[in-house]
C-alpha cells in the first residue's frame, strides 16, 4: 500500500472552489479505488505470470492514489471523517466513479480495453493537474504521473498485441470494442462540479484534453490495425451516482470486512 499524502504547503485555489474540489477529490478517489479492486480480481488468474503481476501492480498503484486522494477528501470536507469511512462507509449511490470502472473485467481483451480507455484520460489529467493551482492536488499528481505513464503504455502496447495479433485476439479486441465504447465518453464530459472547476482555472479543459487523447488512440490503433470506432452515444452517469447493477456487488465485497466488523484495525 502507498506511503501517505506527501505534505505540502497549504492550497492556493481560488476561495470560489473550496465548495467544488471536496467532491471532485471525492470522485477521483472513487474512481482510483474501483479500477484497483476489478484489477485485483485477476491476481492468480492473469493469462501468464508475467501479466499477472503487472496487473496486480498497476491495482496497488492506483490503490496507493485513490488513498492519497480519500485523504485529501476527508481533509477538505473537515467532518472527521477517516480515508476508510469515504472508501468503505458508503452507498453505490454515494460513489461518482464514472461508469467504466467498474464494468466486469470479461476476458483479458476486455480488460486491456477497459484500461486503455482509463489510462489515456487518467495519464492526460495528471499531467496538467501537476501544474495546477492546487497544491495538494499537484503533489498527487507528480506523484502518481510516473506510475500513470508506465501503466498507459502497458495498455497501449496490449491494444497492438491484441488488434494485430491471432485472429482470435482481434476478435476479442473487436467485442471489447464493441462493448466498451459507449463508456469512454463519459470520462471527458465535465460535471457541474468539474465545469465549475475549469471555469476557475483549476482544472484543464476537458475539450483539450479530449484531443490530446483522441491523438493518442489514433495512433495505437493504426498500429493495431484496428479502424477507429464512430463516435458513440456517451453512457452518462456514473460521475453524478447513477450506476449500473455492477457496482453494489463489487462494493458488497470491496466493504465486507469493515461492515461486519465496523471499526476493526490491524
Not at 503487472?54 to 486522494?69: F, M, T, V, W
Not at 495538494?136 to 491494444?159: D, G, M, N, R, T
Request: proline residues 6%; charged residues 20%.
Amino acid at each position: 500500500m502507498s506511503a501517505p499524502l506527501p505534505e505540502t504547503p497549504a492550497t492556493s485555489v481560488p476561495a470560489a472552489a473550496s465548495n467544488q474540489l471536496f467532491p471532485f477529490v471525492l470522485q477521483l478517489a472513487d474512481t482510483s479505488l474501483i479500477l484497483a479492486h476489478r484489477l485485483s480480481e485477476w491476481c492468480g488468474h492473469g493469462p501468464v505470470l508475467e501479466q499477472d503481476l503487472a496487473l496486480a501492480n498497476i491495482a496497488l498503484d492506483l490503490l496507493g492514489e485513490a488513498r492519497s486522494y480519500y485523504q485529501y477528501a476527508a481533509e477538505l470536507e473537515g467532518q472527521g471523517r477517516t480515508e476508510d469511512d469515504l472508501a468503505y462507509l458508503r452507498s453505490a449511490v454515494e460513489y461518482r466513479n464514472p461508469l467504466l470502472v467498474e464494468q466486469p473485467n470479461g476476458d483479458f481483451a476486455h480488460t486491456i480495453l477497459r484500461q486503455f480507455l482509463f489510462d489515456n484520460f487518467h495519464y492526460h489529467l495528471l499531467r496538467k493537474l501537476k501544474d495546477g493551482p492546487d497544491t495538494q492536488l499537484a503533489a498527487i499528481a507528480e506523484k502518481s504521473v510516473k506510475e500513470a505513464a508506465y501503466h498507459l503504455k502497458w495498455s497501449s502496447e496490449w491494444v497492438i498485441r491484441l488488434g494485430d495479433g491471432t485472429d482470435e485476439s482481434r476478435k476479442r479486441l473487436d467485442k471489447a470494442i464493441a462493448t466498451l465504447w459507449r463508456f469512454g465518453g463519459e470520462l471527458t464530459t465535465p460535471t457541474a462540479t468539474e465545469t465549475a472547476l475549469q471555469e476557475i482555472g483549476v482544472l484543464p479543459d476537458y475539450a483539450a484534453l479530449l484531443a490530446e487523447m483522441q491523438a493518442h488512440t489514433a495512433h495505437v490503433f493504426a498500429e493495431a490495425t484496428v479502424p477507429l470506432p464512430a463516435p458513440a452515444f456517451a453512457q452518462l452517469g456514473g460521475k453524478t451516482g447513477r450506476h449500473t447493477e455492477h457496482l453494489g456487488y463489487l462494493l458488497s465485497e470491496l466493504q465486507y470486512m469493515q461492515r461486519t466488523y465496523p471499526g476493526l484495525t490491524w
